[in-house]
T-cell receptor
Framework: EDQVTQSPEALRLQEGESSSLNCSYT??????LFWYRQDPGKGPEFLFT?????EEKEKERLKATLTKKESFLHITAPKPEDSATYLC???????????WGAGTKLIIKP | NAGVTQTPKFQVLKTGQSMTLQCAQD?????MSWYRQDPGMGLRLIHY???????DQGEVPNGYNVSRSTTEDFPLRLLSAAPSQTSVYFC???????????FGPGTRLLVL
């Protein structure tokens, strides 16, 4: 069964303290892996798409990487405004619908 | 562009009542989807559409109906609301199969 698991469920960091969020997946064939950010009371907002192992993408303090089994979202020197829930989703070869992880809630304390 | 819009933002229903959640997009996207989001779970697909006149079921379709008469609109109907349908509902659209998906602001539904 296709599955996406995110860890940790929640992460509290001090401002400036770098860390990584994990998204592991077991799917029959990967078409693409997506990262989204979701603020409280709002819809998810697109961050990155990764298509193949070894690919990396960056945006401001965020960097997403992909291996054959998992993806990491690295956050460097985070600021309080980076606080949000980060969602990972996978699109498989068998259909074009996304399989979503439950998310990691990131809290950055000033 | 307004993007993806959803109405209402919040709704309270009694068990057995019916209602329609509205979703519209002004980006001329072919693909539209409805998700529900519950605490501790990933987004779950309810129904989706790949173009006007074409709809299909997702992972959790029971108790919900959809139709797609125009490219812009994709309403979700709750036929007879149940407490298990208490959730936050998101509508999303994208231009193509492997394109970025854009989400609406969500509708928070409480069924008593």
């Amino acid at each position: 069964e296709d599955q996406v698991t995110q860890s940790p469920e929640a992460l509290r960091l001090q401002e400036g303290e770098s860390s990584s969020l994990n998204c592991s997946y077991t799917v029959s064939g990967l078409r693409g892996l997506f990262w989204y950010r979701q603020d409280p009371g709002k819809g998810p907002e697109f961050l990155f798409t990764l298509y193949s192992a070894g690919e990396e993408k960056e945006k401001e303090r965020l960097k997403a990487t992909l291996t054959k089994k998992e993806s990491f979202l690295h956050i460097t020197a985070p600021k309080p405004e980076d606080s949000a829930t980060y969602l990972c989703a996978v699109q498989t070869d068998s259909n074009y619908q996304l399989i979503w992880g439950a998310g990691t809630k990131l809290i950055i304390k000033p | 562009n307004a993007g993806v819009t959803q109405t209402p933002k919040f709704q309270v229903l009694k068990t057995g009542q019916s209602m329609t959640l509205q979703c519209a997009q002004d980006m001329n996207h072919e693909y539209m989807s409805w998700y529900r989001q519950d605490p501790g779970m990933g987004l779950r697909l309810i129904h989706y559409s790949v173009g006007a006149g074409i709809t299909d079921q997702g992972e959790v379709p029971n108790g919900y109906n959809v139709s797609r008469s125009t490219t812009e609109d994709f309403p979700l109907r709750l036929l007879s609301a149940a407490p298990s349908q208490t959730s936050v509902y998101f509508c999303a659209s994208r231009p193509g199969e492997l394109e970025t998906q854009y989400f609406g602001p969500g509708t928070r539904l409480l069924v008593l």
